[in-house]
């Protein structure tokens, strides 16, 4: 039979079970060691995306180049006159303006590589028509598509390398996106000297099957795929760019933890309340001086907003995003 002792001592133990909450909090421990961290892991696959992502860079300085060393061998050729020539030049820039503006949510749609494989394309046929143009309406058609791609390809590929690259790494890495687009015009410039204007056209198609090719052996973005939710491409991507041994938990835990403020930031609704700010006002009861003195109070928060935007760059290197975004909060 059970003592005295062993009763009370039950009786004890049951009444301190029945005290305790029902949902236990769970508790994770995440290893935050820095000595096999995403800082110290193998950087050649972010070396090979960074190589592989700079060909659209370099195929924006070859389509920027093309027309300064053939323009007297195209007018010759196929009889172009003065109006003829500055549309086929300047052409280039209105398709660019359209890739710049698309590229974004196409992007967002189909990924960072996919998008990078549409713009790749458009560039192709640009070429191919300019190297088979027989009239000025073919060299136009192929210079608004090599336009297309190259303005696309000034969003994304300069986006892709900075979602890629570890802290360490990324503002040198995200500067090879302008010495590749300046390389591009300087090689273009003097190639096109020795080289025939159907030639150097059939160059410029060179950096687009390059970037095409290597699109299959580069992961996709992480910050990409945690926006879309996809958690094991997330993982196993992040893996790939920060090396086989090396410790993604906390810089997964940091994406994620990003996306989510930006989410919620969008949520915060302060773009609505600028668009119609003197309709709010004007129908809470205020007057058309109370208008003005908002208009001015609006235009001196854009004016502070662009001087916040500039000193925070300097500011989140420095101080950390933590920082940052409390100092936002206050």
Not at 21 to 33: G, M, R, S, W
Not at 64 to 86: C, D, I, K, N, R
Request: charged share 15%; with cysteine.
């Amino acid at each position: 039979m059970a003592s005295a002792e062993d009763v009370e001592g039950g009786k004890k133990s049951n009444k301190k079970e029945m005290q305790q909450p029902l949902l236990q909090p769970k508790e994770t421990v995440i290893n935050v060691d820095n000595s096999s961290g995403s800082r110290g892991g193998h950087a050649w696959t972010v070396y090979l995306s960074t190589a592989m992502a700079v060909c659209g860079s370099y195929e924006f300085g070859t389509c920027v180049g093309y027309s300064s060393p053939t323009q007297s061998a195209l007018t010759a050729e196929l009889g172009l006159s003065t109006a003829e020539y500055s549309l086929f030049g300047s052409i280039l820039t209105f398709g660019a303006m359209i890739g710049a503006i698309t590229s974004g949510p196409l992007a967002d749609l189909t990924g960072r590589k996919g998008a990078m494989r549409v713009y790749a394309a458009f560039c192709v046929v640009g070429w191919l028509a300019i190297y088979f143009a027989k009239n000025p309406l073919a060299l136009d058609i192929g210079r608004l598509a090599g336009g297309y791609g190259m303005g696309a390809f000034s969003y994304v590929v300069p986006v892709y390398i900075a979602e890629i690259a570890p802290v360490n790494l990324r503002g040198a890495l995200t500067t090879l996106n302008q010495v590749m687009i300046c390389m591009g015009v300087s090689v273009g410039f003097v190639i096109g000297i020795v080289l025939s204007w159907r030639a150097l056209a059939l160059t410029g198609m060179i950096p687009c099957a390059i970037l095409l090719l290597g699109l299959f052996f580069i992961p996709e973005s992480p910050r990409w795929l945690a926006k879309q939710r996809a958690q094991k491409e997330f993982e196993v991507a992040l893996q790939k760019l920060r090396g086989k041994d090396a410790n993604i938990i906390k810089e997964a835990a940091e994406i994620q933890i990003g996306v989510g403020l930006m989410i919620f930031q969008q949520f915060g609704g302060i773009n609505g309340i600028c668009f119609y700010e003197s309709n709010i006002f004007e129908t809470a009861g205020k007057g058309k001086s109370y208008l003005s003195l908002l208009c001015f109070g609006s235009k001196l928060c854009v004016y502070l907003y662009t001087f916040t935007s500039l000193c925070a760059d300097g500011e989140l290197d420095s101080a950390g995003g933590d920082y940052c975004y409390w100092s936002d909060l206050d």
